[in-house]
Structures are given as C-alpha cells and as structure tokens.
C-alpha cells in the first residue's frame, strides 16, 4: 500500500500541473466587454508568456487573477481552489503565495528602496525591525542590487534598478507565483536580457512560476517555456513559440510573422518556420 502511495505521488510530482486554471472568463466594465469565454492555463514552474495587441486586457486579466477586478462570469482556479470560494483567512494566505509587479507605478516614490520591499513583510508577516532589515537586504541580493541601493529613493535608480528593486519587492514573501507586467519596457536591449537572465535563474533556483506579459520579442524567444496570445477577447492560442507560429490567427501572423519578430526568431526556429 505504502509502495503505491509513493508511486502515485511520483506520478503527480511529474504530471504537469496547472496552478492558475480560468475558464469561460468574462469581465467588463460596464458596457464595454474585454473578455469573453477566456480560458487559461498556467503551469507549475513554468515562464508564460503572454501577449497580445495593447488595450486588449493583458493588465486587466492580471489583475482580475488577482481578484483586483470583479469578473462577471467564470471560474479562476489557483492552486485547485476555487477563488469564489475562499474565506477571507485562505484569501490571505493565498494572497501571500503571489507576487507581483504592476506595469504602472513599480515603487513608491516616498519610501526607500528598502521600505518598498519591506511594504508587503510589514502587511503580512509580524517581524522585528532588526529581521525585516536584513530579508529586504537578502532579496535586494537575489536581484543582483548592491546593498547600498537599501537607503536609495526610486528617483535615484536607473530604470533598470528600479525594475530590479520591484522584482524584489514581489519576492518579498517568497511567492510561489510572480506576475511581471511588462517588466523589460523602457530597459535598454541589454538591461532586458539581463532581467530575462535574472527571472530565469530564479525560476530554476525558486522552483518560481511566473506569469509575464510582455510585448518583448527577445523574452518571449529566449525565456519563455510557452506563450499565450489574447486577442478577440480570448486566448486565441498557448503553447511553445512553434505554436505561435503555426497559428493562423491574423494578429499572430503578424506578430510573429511580420519582418522584425522573423529578423529576431533564434536561426532553429527560423528554418522551421520559412
Ligand atoms: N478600471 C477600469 N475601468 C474601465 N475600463 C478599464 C479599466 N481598466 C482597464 N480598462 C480598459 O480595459 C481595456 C484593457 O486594458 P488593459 O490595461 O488590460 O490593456 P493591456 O492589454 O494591458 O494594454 P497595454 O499593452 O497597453 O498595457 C482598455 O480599453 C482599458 O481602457
Ligand atoms: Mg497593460
């Protein structure tokens, strides 16, 4: 019996799994209707892509997962519970188990870098100045900034630290699932695949799962395990970059298809593709 037990708990271990599940997803805001029947699938450990046309709902699907948004029909899923019906206690302790990186506004521009990373620890876990100092000091490590950018207003950092300084910011409680919006907007080519590097390197040393809209060819070619395309207020298509660029869809033709994405396409993919 026990010998079964382990190997049906092998089984599920190498099963993928999906932590974020949304289906038949409708949200508006009053009249207007972003999405309709949108469904979605995020994997355990995994870096999802996800893309598609500004103004389409990127920003507002992130945030409806996160239950900033009021969906109008639906279910959302997160790790195997029904959203809906979480009490307020396991709504807090989900809460916990994300992190995430708005697309506006990634610092509070009256605090520290150290206070802004230290806003979450202070919201959720009861620790002494002392400790809470030196976790904001290890997460400012993990994402490769120099203990002196601590005491560092946002307004002195490059665009590049403060994406870094967010990025520990949602690490703050050590989250299970990080949601990046648009983080390598504005970074110069390098900066970008520097934070590319960096997110990479914490999903492997973290086990992190991390869902990253983004309109950056370069981090949808080089760090993401699969894509998903919004567009029509759905997902149109998910899977690895040969999906996409199977699609037949117009606005993944396009996107993909056109002659910068191809210009940028890694040479295997390229050949699959012409
Ligand atoms: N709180 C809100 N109230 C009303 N409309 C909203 C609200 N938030 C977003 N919208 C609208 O929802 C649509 C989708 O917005 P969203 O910010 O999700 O786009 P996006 O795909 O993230 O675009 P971008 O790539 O430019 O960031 C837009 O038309 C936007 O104006
Ligand atoms: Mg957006």
Redesign the pocket.
Known sequence: MAAQDTLAQRALATEPEAVIRVRDLKVA??E?V?MDGLNLDVMRGEILGFV????????????TILGL?RKSRGTIEVFGENVDTLSPPKRRVLERRFGVMF?QGALFSALTVKQNIQVPMREYLHLSPDLLDEMAMVKLDLVGLPPDAADKAPSELSGGMIKRAALARALALDPEIVFL??PTSGLDPIGAAEFDELIMTLKQTLGLTVFM?T?DLDSLYHACDRIAA?ADRKVIAAGPLATMLASDHPWLKAYFGGERAMARLPAGERELHT
């Open positions: 805001f009053g207007k972003i598609g046309g500004s103004g389409q709902g990127k920003s507002v699907l992130t945030r948004v697309q919006d648009e809209v309109h919004l």
